[in-house]
Protein backbone atom coordinates (compact mmCIF):
# COMPACT_ATOMS: atom_id res chain seq x y z
CA UNK A 1 0.00 0.00 0.00
CA UNK A 2 2.36 2.43 0.90
CA UNK A 3 4.46 1.62 -2.62
CA UNK A 4 1.33 2.21 -4.10
CA UNK A 5 1.24 5.70 -2.55
CA UNK A 6 4.86 6.51 -3.30
CA UNK A 7 4.24 5.92 -7.01
CA UNK A 8 1.36 8.00 -7.04
CA UNK A 9 2.90 10.81 -5.12
CA UNK A 10 6.07 10.31 -7.78
CA UNK A 11 3.92 10.26 -10.58
CA UNK A 12 1.92 13.62 -9.49
CA UNK A 13 5.74 15.33 -9.13
CA UNK A 14 6.49 14.10 -12.21
CA UNK A 15 3.89 15.46 -14.27
CA UNK A 16 4.19 18.88 -12.04
CA UNK A 17 7.90 19.19 -12.95
CA UNK A 18 7.35 18.59 -16.71
CA UNK A 19 3.97 21.40 -16.59
CA UNK A 20 6.57 23.49 -15.71
CA UNK A 21 8.54 23.70 -19.09
CA UNK A 22 7.22 24.78 -22.18
CA UNK A 23 8.82 26.40 -25.70
CA UNK A 24 12.34 28.53 -24.94
CA UNK A 25 13.13 30.80 -27.81
CA UNK A 26 15.61 28.67 -29.02
CA UNK A 27 13.76 25.76 -29.54
CA UNK A 28 12.68 28.33 -32.65
CA UNK A 29 16.65 28.95 -33.59
CA UNK A 30 16.34 26.35 -37.06
CA UNK A 31 12.88 28.21 -37.82
CA UNK A 32 12.15 29.84 -41.03
CA UNK A 33 11.40 32.73 -42.16
CA UNK A 34 13.99 34.57 -39.68
CA UNK A 35 12.28 37.49 -38.13
CA UNK A 36 15.03 40.18 -38.33
CA UNK A 37 13.16 43.19 -35.67
CA UNK A 38 14.93 45.60 -37.98
CA UNK A 39 13.84 44.55 -41.56
CA UNK A 40 9.99 43.55 -40.42
CA UNK A 41 9.76 46.55 -37.98
CA UNK A 42 10.58 48.66 -40.49
CA UNK A 43 7.86 51.43 -42.47
CA UNK A 44 4.16 51.52 -42.50
CA UNK A 45 2.45 48.12 -41.03
CA UNK A 46 -0.89 46.86 -40.00
CA UNK A 47 -2.65 45.10 -36.91
CA UNK A 48 -5.12 43.37 -35.91
CA UNK A 49 -6.35 41.36 -32.28
CA UNK A 50 -8.37 40.43 -29.78
CA UNK A 51 -8.47 40.63 -25.65
CA UNK A 52 -9.49 38.16 -23.90
CA UNK A 53 -10.41 37.44 -20.41
CA UNK A 54 -9.48 34.80 -17.83
CA UNK A 55 -12.22 32.85 -19.16
CA UNK A 56 -10.80 33.16 -22.95
CA UNK A 57 -14.26 35.27 -24.01
CA UNK A 58 -12.94 37.91 -26.48
CA UNK A 59 -13.82 41.35 -24.41
CA UNK A 60 -12.14 43.60 -26.97
CA UNK A 61 -11.01 43.98 -30.44
CA UNK A 62 -9.04 46.24 -32.35
CA UNK A 63 -6.91 47.65 -35.15
CA UNK A 64 -4.02 49.12 -34.67
CA UNK A 65 -1.23 51.09 -37.23
CA UNK A 66 2.70 50.92 -36.69
CA UNK A 67 5.37 52.48 -37.99
CA UNK A 68 8.95 51.84 -37.60
CA UNK A 69 12.28 53.12 -38.18
CA UNK A 70 15.83 52.19 -37.63
CA UNK A 71 18.57 55.31 -37.24
CA UNK A 72 22.24 54.38 -36.19
CA UNK A 73 21.22 50.67 -34.91
CA UNK A 74 18.11 52.33 -32.93
CA UNK A 75 14.55 51.28 -33.71
CA UNK A 76 11.65 53.23 -32.65
CA UNK A 77 7.86 51.18 -33.51
CA UNK A 78 5.43 54.19 -33.16
CA UNK A 79 2.13 51.83 -32.30
CA UNK A 80 -1.62 54.05 -32.60
CA UNK A 81 -3.98 51.40 -31.01
CA UNK A 82 -8.03 51.97 -31.77
CA UNK A 83 -10.66 49.92 -29.80
CA UNK A 84 -14.26 48.84 -30.79
CA UNK A 85 -15.13 50.94 -28.12
CA UNK A 86 -13.75 53.95 -29.30
CA UNK A 87 -10.69 54.34 -27.00
CA UNK A 88 -7.53 54.87 -28.68
CA UNK A 89 -3.90 54.13 -26.96
CA UNK A 90 -0.38 55.20 -28.35
CA UNK A 91 2.64 53.24 -27.41
CA UNK A 92 6.51 54.12 -28.83
CA UNK A 93 8.41 51.13 -28.76
CA UNK A 94 12.55 52.18 -28.23
CA UNK A 95 14.16 48.68 -29.24
CA UNK A 96 18.41 48.84 -28.69
CA UNK A 97 20.01 45.74 -30.19
CA UNK A 98 22.37 44.39 -27.44
CA UNK A 99 23.97 40.88 -27.80
CA UNK A 100 24.02 37.82 -29.61
CA UNK A 101 24.53 34.81 -28.17
CA UNK A 102 24.20 31.18 -29.38
CA UNK A 103 22.03 31.52 -31.71
CA UNK A 104 19.63 34.25 -29.97
CA UNK A 105 19.66 37.92 -30.69
CA UNK A 106 19.15 40.38 -27.45
CA UNK A 107 17.52 43.48 -27.85
CA UNK A 108 17.26 46.46 -24.86
CA UNK A 109 13.11 47.80 -25.65
CA UNK A 110 11.45 50.25 -23.19
CA UNK A 111 7.95 52.13 -23.69
CA UNK A 112 6.13 54.69 -22.01
CA UNK A 113 3.39 52.41 -20.18
CA UNK A 114 6.49 49.69 -19.68
CA UNK A 115 7.61 49.62 -16.34
CA UNK A 116 11.51 49.65 -16.63
CA UNK A 117 12.76 47.63 -19.48
CA UNK A 118 11.47 44.43 -21.64
CA UNK A 119 13.81 41.41 -22.26
CA UNK A 120 13.48 40.52 -25.88
CA UNK A 121 14.93 37.66 -27.58
CA UNK A 122 14.49 36.68 -30.64
CA UNK A 123 15.66 33.40 -32.54
CA UNK A 124 14.76 32.05 -35.92
CA UNK A 125 11.19 32.94 -36.85
CA UNK A 126 10.23 33.75 -33.44
CA UNK A 127 10.51 36.69 -30.64
CA UNK A 128 9.55 36.39 -27.45
CA UNK A 129 9.44 39.94 -25.14
CA UNK A 130 8.89 39.87 -21.30
CA UNK A 131 7.65 42.94 -20.02
CA UNK A 132 5.41 44.78 -17.31
CA UNK A 133 2.79 47.23 -18.62
CA UNK A 134 0.98 49.65 -16.71
CA UNK A 135 -2.65 49.03 -17.69
CA UNK A 136 -5.78 51.40 -16.83
CA UNK A 137 -8.15 49.80 -14.52
CA UNK A 138 -11.46 52.06 -13.72
CA UNK A 139 -10.04 55.29 -12.41
CA UNK A 140 -6.41 54.16 -11.73
CA UNK A 141 -3.65 52.15 -13.10
CA UNK A 142 -2.47 48.48 -12.36
CA UNK A 143 1.01 46.68 -13.38
CA UNK A 144 0.09 43.47 -15.26
CA UNK A 145 3.05 41.01 -16.22
CA UNK A 146 3.08 40.08 -20.11
CA UNK A 147 4.61 36.84 -21.48
CA UNK A 148 4.48 38.32 -25.42
CA UNK A 149 5.54 35.39 -28.15
CA UNK A 150 5.76 36.51 -31.94
CA UNK A 151 5.84 34.42 -34.50
CA UNK A 152 7.08 35.07 -38.34
CA UNK A 153 4.95 32.91 -40.65
CA UNK A 154 6.30 34.71 -44.06
CA UNK A 155 7.90 37.91 -44.39
CA UNK A 156 5.04 39.96 -44.44
CA UNK A 157 2.54 38.13 -41.32
CA UNK A 158 3.33 38.34 -37.79
CA UNK A 159 1.54 36.59 -35.68
CA UNK A 160 1.60 37.62 -31.77
CA UNK A 161 0.02 35.77 -28.39
CA UNK A 162 0.36 37.51 -25.42
CA UNK A 163 -0.02 36.01 -21.61
CA UNK A 164 -1.26 38.46 -19.10
CA UNK A 165 -0.63 37.62 -15.75
CA UNK A 166 -0.94 39.69 -11.97
CA UNK A 167 0.57 37.74 -8.92
CA UNK A 168 1.26 34.70 -11.34
CA UNK A 169 -2.56 34.26 -12.14
CA UNK A 170 -3.67 34.82 -15.60
CA UNK A 171 -5.56 37.42 -15.94
CA UNK A 172 -5.89 37.66 -19.71
CA UNK A 173 -4.67 37.34 -23.66
CA UNK A 174 -4.03 38.87 -26.53
CA UNK A 175 -4.11 37.68 -29.70
CA UNK A 176 -2.36 39.95 -32.51
CA UNK A 177 -1.23 39.94 -36.04
CA UNK A 178 0.82 42.18 -37.63
CA UNK A 179 0.67 42.65 -41.46
CA UNK A 180 3.43 44.28 -43.74
CA UNK A 181 2.25 45.73 -46.99
CA UNK A 182 2.77 44.49 -50.60
CA UNK A 183 6.17 46.78 -51.56
CA UNK A 184 5.59 48.19 -54.79
Known amino acids: MLRLHYCALLLFASLLIASCGGATVEDYAKREPAFIPEQFFKGDLEAYGVVKDRSGTVTRRFSATLKGSWKDGKGLLAERFEFDDGEIQYRNWHLIPQQQSGGVRRYG??????????????????????????????????????????????ERILIAESDLTKWGFDVGEIILTIIKPHTP
Open 109 to 154: ASAEDVVGEATVRVSGNAGFFRYTLKVPYGDRQINVDVDDRMYLVN
